[in-house]
Nanobody
Framework: QTHLVESGGGLVQAGGALRLACRASGLNMSASKLAWFRHAPGERECVAVISGRGALTYYDDSVKGRCHISRDNAINTVYLQLNPLKPEDTAVYYC???????????????????WGQGTQVTVSS
């Protein structure tokens, strides 16, 4: 059974930095692309995606230049770093896994098979 568990959320001041982690279990890591999505009232967006072996990455325009996604398949973990944070980054952040790992439509939520429970990030101004 596959599980994704996020950690690292919390209350952070604007201008600060954040690193989220998502630990996977029951997942063939190198065969799965992993993504971070975020849900705020009225919207859901894909923040970043990384391919199974980390060769390819995708970033939403809203975070380009201040976001970094990485993974360590040896410990079944994917990370998301955001710096500097803005109040509009406030959202629940979810980790998602696509076990088929095709690098197309990687920013669509419907492409993903498994989801974590989410972690709240609140950025104060």
């Amino acid at each position: 059974q596959t599980h994704l568990v996020e950690s690292g959320g919390g209350l952070v001041q604007a201008g600060g930095a954040l690193r989220l982690a998502c630990r996977a279990s029951g997942l063939n890591m190198s065969a799965s692309k992993l993504a971070w999505f975020r849900h705020a009232p009225g919207e859901r967006e894909c923040v970043a995606v990384i391919s199974g072996r980390g060769a390819l990455t995708y970033y939403d325009d809203s975070v380009k230049g201040r976001c970094h996604i990485s993974r360590d398949n040896a410990i079944n973990t994917v990370y998301l770093q955001l710096n500097p944070l803005k109040p509009e980054d406030t959202a629940v952040y979810y980790c998602a896994a696509d076990v088929n790992d095709p690098w197309s439509q990687m920013n669509l939520a419907t492409e993903y098979d498994y989801w974590g429970q989410g972690t709240q990030v609140t950025v104060s101004s």
